[in-house]
């Protein structure tokens, strides 16, 4: 039986929240080539990333870190559950309500990332986060308002630090992007977020990048909060604030993680 999951924190869906950080919003160049939105029921970046150039795992013990934000506590409890029979992993859950990239006068998840790097050793990490980033933020002073080349260039630096953590520690890397939302204009936010995890992923050899906009879009590309399991009995995915995952959810998005850490990095 599952265990009560933990109390979740509310996504910030309005903008305008504003950060404080340290870099120069123009110090880093946008990644190469045009970032593009496309229609909100699309699936932002389509196929995953190609396959890593690291070797496989050693068919031994495994530590998995589990990162993000209130839907990566979700994701965390899938996992906690996926992989709660396998004797050679060991999930470690450490996501964080009300955190992302945008503010990390809040929460600097690249300086926590490398502290937990040091202290767990995993093997292997997942990242999943983002839903609190459609927010404008300062940096040295500089105004970036979401969306603007400033912003995307300043974001995606934020989400390269992230990875390059991940590959200094000689760990394997799953990004996982944001799913599709109830919400149109939220959801066309996220395909834009999910486009700079796509392209940071790509040019970092090592790292994984696994959509999980077609997990939860019905094949007209519209949002589906719910299905039906094996024996007919409807099953939720979502939450009733269409943002965070439903049981059913943590579960689908986690065997599509465990699916791919097999497939690429021969999970035991």
């Known amino acids: 039986m599952r265990t009560a999951r933990p109390a979740k924190r509310a996504v910030a869906v309005a903008l305008g929240s504003l950060a404080l950080v340290t870099a120069s919003c123009a110090s880093r160049p946008a990644a190469s080539g045009p970032v593009k939105t496309g229609p909100v029921g699309s699936s932002p970046g389509g196929a995953s990333s190609p396959p890593s150039t690291l070797a496989p795992l050693p068919q031994r013990k495994v530590t998995l870190l589990e990162v993000g934000d209130s839907l990566g506590i979700d994701l965390g409890w899938g996992l906690d559950w996926a992989l709660s029979n396998d004797p050679h992993v060991t999930v470690v859950a450490d996501a964080k309500g009300d955190t992302g990239l945008a503010n990390t006068g809040y929460y600097n998840w690249p300086v926590v990332l490398r502290s937990e790097l040091a202290s767990v050793h995993p093997q292997v990490v997942v990242v999943f986060l983002g839903a609190n980033d459609a927010q404008n933020f300062y940096q040295n002073g500089t105004y970036c308002a979401f969306g603007s080349p400033a912003w995307k260039a300043a974001y995606g630096a934020r989400v390269a630090a992230m990875m390059d953590e991940v590959l200094t520690a000689k760990a394997r890397l799953v990004w996982v992007g944001e799913p599709i939302m109830q919400s149109p204009s939220f ?3 996220m395909v834009l977020i999910d486009s700079i995890f796509r392209q940071e ?15 939860f879009a019905t094949a007209a590309g519209t949002f589906n909060g719910g299905t039906t399991d094996i024996t007919g009995t409807p099953e939720a995915l979502r939450d009733p604030d269409g943002i965070h995952l439903a049981t059913g959810g943590e579960d689908l998005l986690a065997r599509d993680v465990v699916r791919k850490l097999r497939a690429v990095f021969k999970l035991p």
């Not at 992923?201 to 997990?215: D, E, F, K, T």
């Open 187 to 189: 959801s066309s936010k």
């Open 201 to 215: 992923a790509a040019s970092h050899p090592g790292v994984v990048y696994l959509p999980s906009w077609p997990l």
